[in-house]
Structure formats: structure tokens, C-alpha cells
């Protein structure tokens, strides 16, 4: 797709990481090409640091969510350096697992790795929903059994169609952060399995969102918050409509369905936020230890965000024309 008004030799100029879903989703480079810069993922930039990262005993900074002897209290907000993020940000970069395969990553977590709540074993996940999401595709990804968790999720669905992580806590009716997260977690696994239960559940919980045009309450229509219409790269645990339009937008293309009309309204919200020169800002940083940065710091162009919102606008304006 011709998108001059971008930069795409902007978008390129990026860590392979980023730069080959430039070539697949943007200027549509033929698939030798990307796979090729895919593949170097592995060996330089962002995923080749991250993978050599990883401690002898498979986790990454002594942890399963949070790092080894992280006390929860300070003004510094959550580390993103343990297993779980560390793994969710490869997979999601799109990085082979291979090299994670042969060191025996999985059986190293299923040996040596427990969940901070309730020493639980790793692979089969906790009470957390966000992070049972992260397990469930972090784990088919590397090659462990995580087939429980899509049990958990039909278990653990509330009557309106999503998930909340407070569930443990009495919690009846669906969060927008926990719903798109067991999203994608959910959509990675039947894409990677084709395990046809995941399907019927994914719907359900998008047409939670979707009933909510994206960012909506359902009661008064009003915006559920302003986290909602704010851009953030990388967006961990955190819900924006960019972040529900990528996933749906994946989803249709499974599904093989049209854009549901719903999203207009989302749409425009991710259209209002994109600048002249079709780049959209990075707005914030999520406060916590990272290992290295990954993008731009607030108030500046992002790449990583220009990706995503112009591949959801582009689906979307193909589909409307």
C-alpha cells in the first residue's frame, strides 16, 4: 500500500523488529523479503538482546511476573524485566522460538519457574487473567502444554462476554484491560492450534467491547476513561482503542469478516490522533525497570505507533471505500 504521506523510509529506518512488519503490513514487500528480516530478529537488535538476556534456569531476572526479591509498595511502578514480560514482548515482536527451544526453555519455567501468588507451578497459570493470557500464547509459542488454560478462560468468563483480574476479588462485570488482554492471548493460541473452542469465547468477549463501541460505558455511553484515547508504546497491560482495533482487525482477517461498524467511532478517535505528516505520538511511558528502551520518549513521533494505527486505518479505509 502506497503510503507516502508517512515516511516510509522513516518506518524502515527501525530495529528489525519493528521493521519487518513494516515491509508485510505496510508497503507490502514480498514475503521472502520480510521473512528474511524477521529472521534476523534472532540474531541482532531488540530480540537478539533480549534472548541473551535470559538466566541459565530459562527465566529472565529471577522472576515469573515480577523480578526476583521485587517488593511492591515504591513510586517506581512495576518492572517489565521478568519472564513472563520478557517472553510476551519477544513472541509479540514476532521473534523465532526457536533459539528458546533448543535451550529448553519451556521444561527450564516448568522446573525452576513459580508464580508469586500462591508459589504456583508456572505453565499452569495463576488467578490473574491478563497474565493467564500472556501464558497461554507465551506457552504454545515455546511448545508447553498450556491446553488447561483454555478451560480457565471458558471458566472464568463473566455473564457480559469479557474477564476482569479482580474476579478473586468479587468482581461481576468486565474490564476493557482485562478482556482485550485475554484477547489476544486467546487469538494467539487458536491462530497458532486452530483450536476450534477458543472461538465461540473470543467472539463473546469482543462483542463486549464492540457493544461498547471500544471505549464506552455501557450505561451511560460516556468514555470509560482517558487511558482509552491515549497511545502508548509499549502498551503492557494497559487498554487504548489502537491496541482493541489491532486486535480486531487481526480478528476479522481469521475470521474473514469486514470491519464491524460499530468501530466508527474508534476509528475517528485514532484518525483525530494521527499528525499532518501521518505520524502518530508517543504518549507516555508506562512507570517501571525496563531492560532497554524500545521507543521514543513522550511527545516525540513513534514508529511503533505509526505501524499500528496505520495498518488499523488502512483495513479500515479499505473496507469503506
Same mark, same amino acid.
Given at each position: ?36 528480516? #524477521? ?7 531488540? *530480540? ?15 522472576? @515469573?511476573? !515480577?523480578?526476583?526479591? !521485587? ?29 528458546? %527451544? ?50 480457565? !478462560? ?6 457480559? *462476554? ?8 468479587? @468482581? ?29 469465547? %473470543? ?8 457493544? #461498547?463501541?471500544? !471505549? ?19 502498551? %503492557? ?85
Amino acid at each position: 500500500m502506497a503510503l507516502p504521506d508517512v515516511g516510509v523510509d522513516w518506518l524502515l529506518d527501525a530495529d528489525p523488529t519493528l521493521r519487518w512488519q513494516v515491509e508485510r503490513d505496510i508497503i507490502g514487500a514480498p514475503q521472502a523479503v520480510w521473512e528474511a528480516t #524477521r529472521a534476523r530478529t534472532t540474531v541482532v537488535g531488540h *530480540g537478539a538482546r533480549l534472548l541473551s538476556l535470559q538466566d541459565p534456569d530459562g527465566r529472565w531476572a529471577g522472576g @515469573a511476573y !515480577f523480578p526476583a526479591g !521485587f517488593v511492591d509498595g515504591g513510586d517506581d511502578g512495576q518492572p517489565w524485566t521478568a519472564t513472563t514480560w520478557t517472553l510476551t514482548t519477544l513472541r509479540e515482536w514476532g521473534v523465532d522460538a526457536e533459539p528458546l %527451544r533448543r535451550r529448553g526453555t519451556a521444561e527450564l519455567l516448568a522446573a525452576n519457574a513459580r508464580w508469586e501468588y500462591d508459589d504456583l507451578p508456572y505453565w499452569g497459570g495463576e488467578v490473574d487473567a491478563c497474565i493467564n493470557a500472556m501464558t497461554l500464547a507465551n506457552g504454545q509459542w515455546l511448545g508447553a502444554d498450556v491446553a488447561a488454560l483454555v478451560d480457565w !478462560f471458558v471458566d472464568h468468563q463473566l455473564a457480559d *462476554g469479557g474477564w476482569n483480574c479482580e474476579w478473586v476479588e468479587g @468482581a461481576q462485570r468486565s474490564s476493557f484491560h482485562s478482556t482485550l488482554n485475554a484477547l489476544r492471548g486467546l487469538l494467539s493460541y487458536e491462530i497458532a492450534t486452530g483450536d476450534v473452542r477458543v472461538a465461540s469465547i %473470543r467472539r463473546a468477549g469482543e462483542e463486549y467491547l464492540l457493544s #461498547r463501541n471500544l !471505549f464506552r460505558r455501557a450505561s451511560t455511553g460516556e468514555i470509560v476513561g482517558p487511558w482509552a484515547a491515549r497511545f502508548v508504546y509499549p502498551a %503492557r497491560w494497559v487498554y487504548s482503542v489502537l491496541g482493541a482495533a489491532d486486535h480486531l482487525r487481526m480478528a476479522a482477517c481469521v475470521d474473514g469478516v469486514d470491519p464491524d461498524p460499530r468501530m466508527a467511532d474508534a476509528i475517528a478517535l485514532i484518525r483525530a490522533a494521527r499528525r499532518a505528516d501521518g505520524r502518530w505520538m508517543q504518549g507516555g511511558r508506562h512507570r517501571g525497570a525496563v531492560w532497554f528502551e524500545t521507543d521514543v520518549p513522550p511527545g516525540e513521533p513513534s514508529r511503533w505507533l505509526t505501524l499500528i494505527g496505520t495498518r488499523v486505518l488502512a483495513w479500515w479505509d479499505d473496507h469503506h471505500r
